[in-house]
């Protein structure tokens, strides 16, 4: 997707005449920049998304109102993530190469805090994981409530203390997942790899990849839901736990978990195009294929289903085939939930893994959103559209 738009494609986009496009912009409605023509000038496409969604909603509101909520134009304004046709931007850098060139750390500090210098380090001591087998998400969770009514320094959400509670929070998840008592924030993904993987120097650069291209992606369900709990004044330890909870939904994060179930039926089937049938003919969804944002194929998918295959072609060939078998029977690209499957397969990671992996840079990103949403200090409030009996007279 182009940011900037020629004078003729943004009125076009308008369906307006260009005079009108020129009064919008000197009104403050649409920003502009010169153009590669040093006698022309470009406009936001995203200024413009949102001004015709307002065309739209003032000329049908209750129609306009009805669907807001589904994939709509732009709810609120935000400084994080952008998204494009080549993957998402995070506050104005591509993600795809912050996860390529920068530590998971590095990414979710200066995501927080604007700058590159901040190096958030959590306080105190974490609490061991005690039961083995207990779910590292649930465990998270727990202590979450628990933290949310013993630590009045949740209740700080402006940076740089939001960045110091945060430190916390995901370096508490790191204990629970790895089982690890103090293991290094700054180096998640080589501690996840050294208790998880056997080829932990290739691991790595997989596993912080996959973390901070999961780190946001503008306001979704679960940060969505982050930002409507800060704005409620809520501290932080209870913006994560309610965030966590939108996210378990089995349309949100653990779709992960039914994709890497998918991935087991492909590699146990007969052919890719056989597993898919079947499973049509019985009624069930295709997970970890398509996405609305991503019409031309999901780029951080692209991006770790690479890597995978420049880091380990021998285990990824077992299943590449039947990734690309699966896209040409369905006619819809790998995307990210795709992704994170093939790397719990390839990396032979513990189960339900690629789930944890998501939940942990996610929670980042809440925390981010948290932060954001605070400094706005607007209360999330929408209103609703009225369906039911009348009353009397």
Not at 268 to 290: C, D, N, Q
Not at 307 to 322: G, M, N, T, V
Not at 334 to 359: E, I, M
Request: hydrophobic share 45%.
């Amino acid at each position: 997707m182009e940011v900037y738009l020629s004078a003729t494609e943004a009125a076009a986009f308008l369906g307006v005449a260009k005079a009108t496009l020129y009064a919008y912009v000197s009104r403050g409605f649409v920003r502009s920049q010169p153009g590669p023509d040093s006698r022309a000038r470009t406009y936001n496409r995203l200024d413009l998304e949102q001004l015709r969604e307002q065309r739209r909603i003032r000329r049908r509101p209750q129609a306009a109102v009805a669907t807001a909520l589904q994939w709509g134009a732009p709810l609120l304004d935000s400084s994080l993530t952008l998204i494009t046709n080549e993957g998402p931007y995070y506050r104005g850098k591509s993600a795809l190469d912050l996860a390529l060139n920068r530590s998971f750390w590095e990414v979710a500090c200066w995501f927080w805090s604007g700058d590159w210098v901040s190096r958030f380090v959590p306080s105190g001591s974490a609490v061991p994981r005690q039961k083995r087998a207990a779910d590292p998400f649930q465990l998270q969770q727990s202590w979450l409530v628990e933290r949310s009514y013993s630590d009045p320094l949740g209740y700080r959400l402006g940076m740089p203390a939001a960045g110091e509670t945060g430190a916390v929070i995901v370096r508490q998840f790191l204990v629970f997942l790895t089982g690890v008592a103090d293991p290094a924030i700054d180096r998640a993904a080589s501690e996840l790899a050294i208790r998880w993987c056997r080829q932990q120097d290739r691991a790595e650069r997989v596993l912080n990849a996959v973390l901070v291209l999961t780190l946001d992606h503008e306001v979704n369900v679960s940060s969505f839901t982050a930002r409507v709990v800060a704005s409620a004044g809520a501290n932080l330890y209870e913006v994560v736990n309610a965030a966590m909870c939108a996210f378990s939904g089995s349309r949100h994060g653990r779709i992960s978990i039914r994709t890497e179930q998918f991935i087991r039926a492909l590699e146990a089937g007969k052919s890719a195009r056989a597993v898919i049938h079947a499973r049509l003919r019985s009624g069930e969804e295709i997970p970890g294929f398509g996405h609305p944002l991503y019409l031309q194929g999901d780029p951080r998918a692209r991006l770790i289903l690479q890597l995978l295959k420049e880091e380990f072609p021998a285990e990824f060939s077992k299943i590449q085939r039947r990734i690309e078998d699966s896209e040409r029977a369905l006619g819809k690209s790998a995307n990210l939930d795709l992704a994170l499957a093939a790397v719990a397969r390839v990396l032979a990671l513990p189960v339900q893994s690629g789930f944890y992996l998501f939940a942990l840079g996610r929670t980042a990103g809440w925390i981010a959103h948290a932060a954001e949403q605070h400094k706005s200090g607007a209360l999330i409030r929408p209103r609703a559209r009225y369906a039911g009996v009348m009353p009397a007279d």
